[in-house]
């Protein structure tokens, strides 16, 4: 593979299976404009491989599959910055949905907010036991318009998405499978094997027909775009106001945001 000179992503290629990791442990691999940029460079690399048969996404360490956005940057938030990392945001998951290779999330820990939605987007998940899962915008100030907000009402059911993206809550492993937001939930230890167990079984399919499958299967993905492109100029326009910022700032300080004194 060309050096795309990746600095916080990961890009491998092992025996037909290209894989993709969150490379920055340090912030429970939180994305900034970087990281998606990187994320979407080594998805769209692998997937235009002819040698690769399944791409798999996964992060680094034990503790954080992804944690989302990196809420630092949201503390002192740039409508032209934010346009960037919108328009960024919402291709990378486009380039995962678009790729002609099923995508594997392996869920090694913490899968929230954006973290959540890039579970959201793959065609399969498969979790550790020790992977936690949930949506984070109501309680920091942002709204989960790239797949949260709509297409995981189609995996789960409406009232279920409603519950992770208005209470931001975390569940487990086994909650989010018996919700059906992960195809398997395995020992921490046998998370990989097991990833790799699924891959070997792609491997073996039809790739024509697993990518005419996937692609069909695109159908709800495709028809939501409008309705993605409103919500994310709406939120553009919220973005860097003082809910926004009173949640960025009190997630940073390690403490309960009051988002009370903003009721009318």
């Not at 009173?246 to 988002?259: D, I, L, Q, V």
Request: a positive charge; hydrophobic letters at 40%.
């Amino acid at each position: 593979m060309p050096n795309r000179g990746y600095k916080d992503v990961k890009v491998e290629k092992k025996g037909g299976v290209g894989w993709v990791t969150f490379n920055r442990p340090d912030r429970y691999n939180a994305c900034d404009f970087s990281m998606f940029q990187e994320v979407g460079w080594g998805i769209r690399e692998v997937s235009e491989d002819p040698t690769i048969g399944v791409i798999v996404l996964t992060g680094a360490g034990d503790k954080s599959f992804c944690a989302g956005g990196f809420l630092k940057d949201l503390q002192k938030f740039s409508t032209a910055e934010g346009r960037k990392l919108f328009n960024l945001s919402q291709e990378t998951y486009n380039i995962m949905r678009h790729a002609p290779q099923p995508v594997i999330a392996a869920v090694n820990g913490v899968a929230v907010g954006g973290g959540n939605e890039f579970v959201v987007c793959a065609d399969l998940a498969i979790a550790s036991d020790r992977a936690r899962f949930g949506q984070a915008g109501t309680r920091v100030g942002s709204s989960p318009v790239f797949g949260a907000n709509n297409l995981m009402a189609l995996q789960i059911g409406e009232k279920k998405a409603k519950e992770l993206c208005f209470l931001s809550r975390l569940y487990s492993a086994q909650e989010a499978l018996k919700m059906g937001l992960v195809n398997k939930v395995v020992p921490h230890e046998k998370l990989y094997e097991e990833v790799q167990s699924w891959a070997e079984e792609l491997l073996d399919k039809s790739p024509a027909y697993l990518e005419l499958t996937k692609i069909t299967s695109n159908v709800w993905w495709d028809m939501l775009q409008p309705a993605m492109e409103h919500a994310k100029q709406t939120l553009l326009r919220l973005a860097g106001g003082p809910e926004m910022t009173e949640g960025a700032s009190a997630f940073m300080e390690k403490r309960k945001p009051n988002f009370r004194q903003f009721r009318r």
